[in-house]
């Protein structure tokens, strides 16, 4: 059975920080490519950050590139998203995702499984 489950959402002012934690039970993750995506009401479950399974490789969406940070711990099977600088705009429910190859992928549909999302609200 595999399990991503995602922490670390909230509340935030705007300018503030959070940071995302998934957590992979049910496989060994530490070969897989993992990203991470953010779907705002009404929307359309959108690419933020990706790395590959070895982590020498990532893949960053324009708007989270400087302010959002993808890294992982593979002894713990977890994937982190650092998110700084954050918006009104970036208030989403926020998914991780594995995909079973080591390379990184903006594309949704490359991934084979899905963590609930985890909420991220900010205020101005």
């Known amino acids: 059975q595999v399990q991503l489950v995602e922490a670390g959402g909230g509340l935030v002012q705007a300018g503030g920080s959070l940071r995302l934690s998934c957590a992979a039970s049910?496989?060994?993750?530490?070969?897989?490519?993992r990203g991470w995506f953010h779907q705002a009401p009404g929307k359309e479950r959108g690419f933020l950050a990706a790395m590959s399974g070895s982590g020498d490789d990532t893949i960053y969406e324009r708007s989270a590139k400087g302010r959002f940070t993808i890294s992982r711990d593979n002894a713990k099977n977890t994937l982190y998203l650092q998110m700084n600088s954050l918006k009104p705009e970036d208030t989403a429910v926020y998914y991780c995702?594995?995909?079973?190859?080591?390379?990184?992928?903006?594309?949704?549909?490359?991934?084979?499984?899905w963590g609930q999302g985890t909420q991220v609200t900010v205020s101005s």
């Open positions: 995702a594995t995909r079973l190859v080591p390379i990184a992928t903006t594309s949704i549909s490359e991934y084979h499984y």
């Open positions: 049910g496989r060994l993750f530490s070969r897989y490519s």
